[in-house]
């Protein structure tokens, strides 16, 4: 199965990797591409960083951290740039851009899977190694930190194997790497003492605690460090499972229960606990490229009318009314992620013009008879930016959300019963 898969994957996108196979394909593949990381990251130029992106960064300035949904991307290390012609790697990747790139086009958001293998720290996808963590870190994450000042950026590791090894090396790391120690968001740190939430954009960005780092072991995690404990700083929903449903990755699911406490854990502190929205659908990235075509029902995963219902939907299910601080889907260049991302921080418009058959697949929750995506007069930006405020670029649209989410719920129940 394996093989077929990967003659069928190197055929369709790249089909010059399988000539000169004898035999085995799988063994041509073995001895043809190498795993070891390869030197293959982008070169920063500021002149990436859009007069637009600057625009949004310097507007979120007097919100709280806790208050700004951001675009994450997962497993943003397995990118098609670094997978230049290996095929195994092109098999594991769920990006299109370098991790630099991704951050120049708006993603704050960085999911890496880590693993100590060969004496170093290893950025992986399953057993295929695309690069070492360290140089990662300084070819493409701190050029982007000293290019764009106002920028912050959440680095959420999920980790394999000795987890012990992996908190030894990431201490070693961080003393290698001063220009991203001092710049690591710690919840305990003096500056944040007599804070009773989280700070503002501005105070991180005063204090340069501007890299927020997540784990999601706790033998891995440390405050000191400020590499936080992901379970006492999150909730998120789990990413297996059906994209028209949403469960809780931590806790059991019960319509009564919220999924998490409000308030995070672990610190003196009542700050309101982070919400992370898993939205990939596959085991695969190459599986999920498929789904994220934009011609697809709801404008494909990552369209207005599948995201933003399932975003809606994951706000309803965990009880605790809260928007997403995180956003994470594969292939992120692809799609509508940005715009619905700006929208639940700014207000706006809801999409349209998608391919739908019923409202279900709609973000306005209104199919048209041409099967197309519109909107209802109650969508028009005037009432909805008059339903966030009288200042829609502020983040007071939580009950809105809410109330979406309620009336999409209501159709899916409709759906379901007449």
């Not at 982007?144 to 012990?164: K, M």
Request: glycine share 6%; hydrophobic share 40%; with cysteine.
């Amino acid at each position: 199965m394996l093989v077929d898969f990967a003659s069928a994957y190197a055929a369709e996108f790249v089909p010059n990797a399988i000539d000169g196979f004898n035999g085995d394909p799988l063994d041509g593949i073995e001895k043809s591409f190498s795993l070891s990381p390869k030197d293959v990251f982008y070169t920063p130029t500021n002149a990436s960083l859009s007069t637009e992106l600057f625009q949004d960064e310097r507007s979120i300035n007097n919100m709280s951290f806790s208050d700004v949904s951001w675009v994450s991307s997962h497993n943003s290390h397995a990118n098609r740039f670094a997978s230049a012609e290996n095929v195994l790697r092109q098999l594991a990747t769920n990006q299109e851009h370098s991790v630099y790139e991704q951050l120049s086009r708006g993603v704050r958001g960085l999911m890496l899977d880590i693993e100590f293998r060969n004496g170093s720290l290893q950025c992986v996808h399953g057993f295929v190694e695309f690069s070492l963590l360290r140089d990662l870190i300084l070819r493409e994450i701190i050029p982007f930190l000293n290019e764009d000042e106002q920028c912050i950026i959440t680095i959420d590791f999920e980790t394999r194997g000795d987890a012990e090894l992996i908190r030894r090396a990431l201490r070693d790391l961080l003393e290698q790497i001063p220009d991203l120690e001092r710049r690591i968001f710690r919840v305990n740190d003096k500056h944040w003492e007599n804070h009773t939430e989280w700070p503002t954009i501005a105070q991180m960005r005063e204090a340069d605690q501007r890299v927020l780092i997540l784990v999601d072991n706790s033998v891995v995690a440390s405050n000191d460090m400020g590499i936080h404990y992901r379970y006492n700083v999150t909730m998120e929903n789990h990413w297996q499972g059906s994209l028209d449903s949403c469960s809780p990755r931590y806790s059991i699911a019960d319509l009564h229960v919220p999924w998490s406490m409000p308030y995070i854990a672990g610190f003196d502190k009542t700050w309101t606990r982070l919400f992370t929205l898993n939205h990939f659908c596959c085991s695969t990235g190459i599986e999920s490229l498929r789904r994220v075509n934009p011609t697809r029902i709801g404008g494909g995963d990552n369209g207005w009318g599948t995201l933003f219902p399932r975003m809606m939907l994951c706000i309803a299910e965990s009880g605790l009314g809260r928007k997403p601080n995180f956003v994470a889907v594969d292939w992120v260049n692809i799609g509508d992620v940005h715009d619905i991302v700006d929208y639940m921080n700014f207000g706006g418009r809801l999409g349209v013009g998608q391919r739908c058959e019923s409202g279900l697949d709609c973000a306005t929750g209104s199919c048209s008879a041409e099967k197309v995506c519109h909107c209802q007069p109650a969508c028009s930006e005037s009432t909805w930016n008059a339903t966030f405020g009288e200042n829609p670029r502020l983040p007071s649209n939580t009950a809105a959300i809410i109330r979406h989410a309620e009336h999409l719920l209501l159709v899916l129940l409709l759906s379901v019963f007449l």
